[in-house]
């Protein structure tokens, strides 16, 4: 039985000496989609989650505008959003790749983008969602 009292018995003082818990802004992961390839991505913060809707409030409006439309040409622009805010995402979410060398040069977001597997971004980008707490048909689009 327990009894109320001013004193600390050992179990308090126990839980009070405890190591601080350390918490790692950035996850590493191991590419699927090219073996021997490692990337880091932020982890979704406050603070990060806040920047994040801001960059893409504005174009994905524009993105659903004309996903709702029938006209070719608002499919295609759809679509072209769509991979304005894949890229968005590329650049707010990775930190760095590693095990990748994109024409002699060591690969970057932009390299990436540019010039890289396409199966790597689209599993970075994937990556990036899930950090971001994105369903799965949300990933998609």
Known sequence: MRFLSRLVDAESRAHQMRSPV??????????????????????????????????????SRKAEFFAAGDQLQEKI?????????????????????DGLVIDGET?????????????LMQEIVSAIKEQCGLGEAERKN
Request: hydrophobic share 45%; proline share 3%; no cysteine.
């Open 107 to 119: 690969a970057t977001a932009a390299h990436l983008l540019e010039k890289g597997p396409e199966e």
């Open 77 to 97: 622009g759809a679509n072209i959003l769509a991979q304005e805010i894949d890229a968005m995402y590329m650049h707010w979410g990775l930190v760095s790749i």
């Open 22 to 59: 350390s918490y790692e802004s950035v996850a590493n992961i191991e590419s699927k989609a090219v073996p021997g390839v490692t990337f880091a991505i932020h982890r979704m913060s406050f603070g990060r989650r806040m920047e994040l809707s801001r960059r893409i409030r504005e174009i």
